[in-house]
């Protein structure tokens, strides 16, 4: 009679997630304003009867369509990330794009309510993306009718690995 020894794989890893606040970025964010409209990125405490995750958001201060926020992330593996953002509207919110290494991630935002407000996480889209690090950009791209200025607001960044580092053996 012989004996046969079964193992079992411990089952595939949990995906990974990489969440940062987005005011954790500002000290190392880059503003370029085209149009020379001279943007500015900063930490913005709790405001306005919104309480943000750290207590603070990234607000941007876009002047003219074109302005832009570039800011760095770190990814710990290659892989199919899933992109979301916690984002904030208000009554001088533009709407803006997400770009990641120059490439646009999912749709327009609509950044004006006639108060202001944080969003839930919403999904912004999936991307390709190596170890290492990456460009999150923040563009204005417009603004609607209603809208008195081209800021923006970013309370958290999230990347989630969609399968897991197993399924991928």
Same mark, same amino acid.
């Given at each position: 009679?012989?004996?046969?020894?079964?193992?079992?794989?411990?089952?595939?890893?949990?995906?990974?997630?990489?969440?940062? &606040?987005? #005011?954790?970025?500002?000290?190392?964010?880059?503003? &370029?304003?085209?149009?020379?409209?001279? /943007?500015?990125? &900063? *930490?913005?405490?709790? =405001? =306005?009867?919104?309480?943000?995750? @750290?207590?603070?958001?990234?607000?941007?201060?876009?002047?003219?369509?074109?302005? %832009?926020?570039?800011?760095?992330?770190? !990814?710990?593996?290659?892989?199919?990330? $899933?992109?979301?953002? *916690?984002?904030?509207?208000?009554?001088?919110?533009a709407n803006t794009v997400f770009? !990641?290494?120059?490439?646009?991630?999912? @749709?327009?935002?609509?950044?004006?309510?006639? #108060?202001? %407000?944080?969003?839930?996480?919403?999904?912004?889209?999936?991307? $390709?993306?190596?170890?290492?690090?990456?460009?999150?950009?923040?563009?204005?791209? @417009?603004?609607?009718?209603?809208?008195?200025?081209?800021? /923006?607001?970013?309370?958290?960044? %999230?990347?989630?690995?969609?399968?897991?580092?197993?399924?991928? %053996?």
């Amino acid at each position: 009679m012989g004996v046969v020894l079964l193992t079992r794989d411990s089952g595939p890893a949990e995906p990974r997630v990489v969440t940062v &606040e987005a #005011e954790s970025l500002v000290d190392g964010a880059t503003v &370029e304003s085209p149009k020379k409209s001279k /943007a500015t990125v &900063e *930490v913005q405490p709790n =405001c =306005c009867a919104v309480t943000w995750s @750290g207590d603070n958001q990234l607000f941007f201060q876009g002047l003219a369509i074109g302005d %832009r926020v570039m800011m760095t992330v770190q !990814i710990p593996a290659d892989g199919t990330w $899933r992109f979301a953002a *916690v984002r904030t509207t208000a009554p001088d919110y533009a709407n803006t794009v997400f770009t !990641i290494d120059g490439t646009q991630v999912g @749709g327009t935002f609509l950044g004006f309510t006639p #108060e202001v %407000r944080r969003t839930e996480l919403l999904d912004v889209g999936t991307v $390709r993306l190596t170890r290492g690090a990456h460009q999150v950009t923040l563009l204005v791209v @417009g603004k609607t009718q209603g809208t008195i200025g081209y800021f /923006a607001g970013v309370d958290l960044l %999230r990347f989630s690995e969609v399968g897991s580092p197993a399924a991928a %053996r």
